[in-house]
């Protein structure tokens, strides 16, 4: 079955350092997303990619953030200066459109 | 987007028949019904998505009636295994999961 993969499982980054989340999604895949979820909360919708742009971004994905389709297989999500804030999962999904998303295993990013 | 509502826990023992209840009062006729399983530290699992009547999968059922401002996830014979949350999620019918907004799910606990 295909999947989305996200690297690394776990990151840990002082307060202020510059983070770069990795995902594949799955190939034949025309959107993409960044969702995050801090501990014990709600999965938020961070952006969303189509086209080559973005497509959509929630209050969240503030200036701190940008989202890139470097080549064809990966996307990535970089954090600039990261906050004690910014701790939770990300995760990554993609999908041919409105049916079925697939999501990645997360990325834990822990800020101290 | 669609607001959605559902109970905050459940529990059942294993063998039962589960069903989930989804109120979404707002929703526009290019909606569709969607949810997702989660367990602790990893990503949203599709599980079924509906328009209208019923859907059945190899894991469960959706019902929606016809007014389309609820639906019932309907899981059988439930397992330890089923131990999850369970969110219930409106789409749209283009643009993918753009802005999709999960609420706070439903913690289905299952009791030997």
């Known amino acids: 079955e295909p999947e989305v993969t996200q690297t690394p499982s776990h990151q840990v980054t002082q307060m202020g350092q510059e983070v770069i989340l990795r995902c594949v999604p799955i190939?034949?895949?025309?959107?993409f997303y960044w969702y995050r979820q801090i501990l014990g909360q709600k999965v938020e919708f961070l952006v969303s990619?189509?086209?080559?742009?973005?497509?959509?971004k929630s209050e969240i994905f503030d200036d701190q953030f940008s989202v890139e389709r470097p080549d064809g297989s990966n996307f990535t999500l970089k954090i600039r200066s990261t906050k004690l804030e910014d701790s939770a999962m990300y995760f990554c999904?993609?999908?041919?459109?409105?049916?079925?998303?697939?999501f990645g295993q997360g990325t834990r990013l822990t800020v101290v | 987007l669609a607001k959605t509502t559902q109970p905050i826990s459940m529990d059942s023992y294993e063998g039962q028949e589960v069903n989930i209840t989804c109120s979404h009062n707002?929703?526009?006729?290019?909606?569709?019904i969607t949810w997702y399983q989660q367990f602790p530290s990893q990503g949203p699992r599709f599980i079924i998505q509906g328009y209208k009547t019923k859907v059945t999968n190899e894991v469960a059922s959706l019902f929606i009636p016809a007014d389309r401002k609820s639906s019932t996830l309907s899981l059988p014979r439930v397992s330890l295994s089923d131990t999850a949350v369970y969110y219930c999620l409106v789409v749209k019918d283009s643009g993918g999961y753009q802005k999709v907004t999960f609420g706070t799910g439903t913690k289905l606990q299952v009791i030997p």
């Open positions: 990619f189509y086209n080559n742009e973005i497509s959509e």
């Open positions: 999904a993609s999908s041919e459109g409105e049916l079925e998303a697939f």
């Open positions: 707002n929703i526009a006729t290019n909606d569709y």
């Open positions: 190939s034949n895949h025309l959107y």
